[in-house]
Nanobody, 114 residues
């Protein structure tokens, strides 16, 4: 069973920054792409950013220019740097394989509020 562990969520004011981390097993990082997803209250889970196995990174339009996806293969960890946060970024954030998701982890709560 694959264990994904997200961390780094917090309460932050609008305009603030956070960096999320996700420790992933080597088996994921070596055979598939990875993605960051989020689920806001009352909404469906959505893909926020993803890197393909070939290294191409894509972002949902609403976070372009503010969020940056990166990965450290040596640490089997992926990151999501989030800048200029907005209240509409409030959600539980998850990492998972992309495009074929595996078991979801617990996620990490990001709350953007003054």
């Amino acid at each position: 069973q694959v264990q994904l562990v997200e961390s780094g969520g917090d309460l932050v004011q609008p305009g603030g920054s956070l960096r999320l981390s996700c420790a992933a097993p080597l088996s994921i990082s070596s055979i598939d792409g990875m993605g960051w997803y989020r689920q806001a209250p009352g909404k469906q889970r959505e893909l926020v950013a993803a890197v393909t196995r070939g290294g191409v990174i894509n972002y949902v339009e609403s976070v372009k220019g503010r969020f940056t996806f990166s990965r450290d293969n040596a640490k089997n960890t992926v990151y999501l740097q989030m800048n200029s946060l907005k209240p509409e970024d409030t959600a539980v954030y998850y990492c998972n394989a992309f495009p074929h998701v595996l078991t979801w982890g617990q996620g990490t709560q990001v709350t953007v509020s003054s």
